[in-house]
């Protein structure tokens, strides 16, 4: 039994703010996943959209969390922990809202600022809520409680997964097709095209309002919530702030870890579809899987992963466990790639299992035993999403070798192109595996 199973993960006095801000992780979970379907979805309603162009829906989304990471790094050091988490929230609503004027204007680059909008509100939550989650107890254990607050994230991620699948994707009829396998929208008039796409903009857009309705409701119960003023190390400059997180090897090889984290993970569940509308292209209509489903079992198997990760932390290193699992994903991507049909399909389901603890367990690695640069270095683990940002665009790239099918090129004469696209995630997460076993060797 080790030295951290014996000291608490929350204190009892700590709890009630401990649970308030783990609220917000499923917060953002929902954003995420509501979004990832969104690249098959727009590609649908847009068909003129090439794979690539689909995939700027990621980009748009996950570049705010570049862009906006270091100026709430710096809001919250001049203010407070809740004066970032209100403002993120002001932020997320607006960006949700939104999308009623773009579903109005049926203007793709309107949608695209939207998610950017919604995503600089998320970068202000992470920035904050990382940090005063791993100051909310003993050092010993941050990592294990950032695990725990951040087992919530899944939950919120699968509500969206299945929103997006049930009043989303499903809703949809611009993918509708006659007996005979043909697409309807392709035979209707330019008049009945355009009231097509007008109703499924409409549709995409719904849930992202209600969403802005519950996020001004969790405000205003933050707004007269009392947060815990973190203890105030002795106050560093922001350039010496900077200096000592330059010198720090471990937060450096943190940051390019986590990166390289996010892109797989984006990638992994924004190119299930495409991976699975490839399959269903060789099987007849009443055989066909669906994808959104698929999304859902990573999901749970991801949440699974992430509390058998938090539980193991309590006798095992954080660095071991985060180097096994990325070997564990290592060898799943390399299923996926590999193999046919379902069977890579359960594949890259199964990567999910391997990716549960990366998120926060690279986070609590870098932050170790950090001062009052906590707050500057957590902007840089954030700005660190910006990887899936650009990996996705890249797989997007792959994708569109041979024209705007899945596997219009067979790679090595049989490796369709959307399975050799996974091998972008499968480097990303050997890149994981080697911070884990780097920071072991510490």
């Not at 790094?73 to 988490?85: E, M, Q, V």
């Not at 919120?156 to 396998?181: E, N, P, T, W, Y």
């Not at 947060?227 to 400059?237: F, G």
């Not at 391997?354 to 700005?383: C, H, N, Q, R």
């Given at each position: ?284 209509e009443s055989q066909q899987l669906t994808a959104s489903w698929f999304n859902i079992s990573a999901m749970i198997i ?22 096994l699992f990325g070997i564990g994903g290592v060898l799943l991507c390399t299923g996926t790639i590999l193999l046919s ?102």
């Amino acid at each position: 039994m080790t030295k951290t199973s014996k000291i608490p993960v929350v204190k009892k006095e700590l709890l009630f703010p401990f649970i308030i801000i783990t609220s917000l992780f499923a917060l953002w979970g929902v954003a995420n996943d509501l979004t990832n379907p969104m690249v098959s979805a727009f590609k649908k309603v847009m068909p003129e959209l090439s794979n690539m162009q689909a995939s700027l829906v990621q980009f748009a989304f996950y570049f705010g969390y570049f862009f906006m990471a270091l100026p709430a790094a710096l809001f919250i050091r001049k203010y407070s922990y809740k004066s970032g988490i209100i403002l993120g929230l002001c932020l997320y609503a607006s960006g949700a809202f939104l999308f009623y004027p773009a579903a109005a204007y049926q203007d793709y680059n309107f949608f695209l600022i939207s998610l950017w909008v919604i995503t600089c509100g998320l970068a202000f939550l992470e920035t904050t809520s990382n940090p005063l989650i791993l100051a909310l107890g003993d050092t010993e254990t941050a990592t294990r409680r950032l695990n725990l607050a951040q087992s919530f994230n899944p939950v919120g991620s699968l509500m969206g997964m299945i929103v997006a699948q049930q009043f989303v994707i499903s809703a949809l009829r611009s993918d509708d097709k006659d007996a005979s396998g043909t697409l309807i929208y392709d035979t209707l008039s330019e008049t009945a095209k355009a009231a097509v796409r007008e109703n499924d903009l409409g549709i995409i857009s719904v849930p992202y309002l209600l969403l802005g309705g519950v996020v001004l409701v969790i405000m205003t119960i933050i707004i007269f919530t009392k947060i815990p003023k973190t203890a105030d190390h002795d106050k560093m400059s922001i350039s010496e702030s900077f200096q000592k997180l330059f010198a720090n090897k471990t937060y450096i090889q943190g940051v390019i870890a986590q990166a390289f984290y996010v892109g797989a993970q984006i990638m992994c569940w924004t190119f299930i579809f495409q991976y699975v509308d490839n399959i269903n292209e060789n099987l007849p209509e009443s055989q066909q899987l669906t994808a959104s489903w698929f999304n859902i079992s990573a999901m749970i198997i991801f949440l699974t992963g992430r509390w058998i990760g938090t539980a193991l932390m309590k006798t095992i290193n954080p660095s071991k466990i985060l180097m096994l699992f990325g070997i564990g994903g290592v060898l799943l991507c390399t299923g996926t790639i590999l193999l046919s049909g379902t069977a890579g399909l359960y594949c890259l389901v199964g990567i999910s299992l391997f990716m549960s603890i990366m998120f926060p367990t690279i986070y609590g690695i870098a932050l170790k035993d950090m001062g009052d640069e906590a707050k500057i270095g957590s902007a840089g683990l954030v700005m660190a999403i910006v990887g899936g940002a650009l990996m996705p665009v890249l797989q997007g790239s792959i994708l569109d070798w041979g024209g705007p099918g899945f596997s219009d090129v067979k790679v090595l004469g049989f490796i369709p192109e959307v399975n050799f696209s996974f091998i972008l995630p499968l480097i990303c997460l050997a890149v994981v595996a080697n911070y884990g076993r780097t920071t072991l060797k510490k």
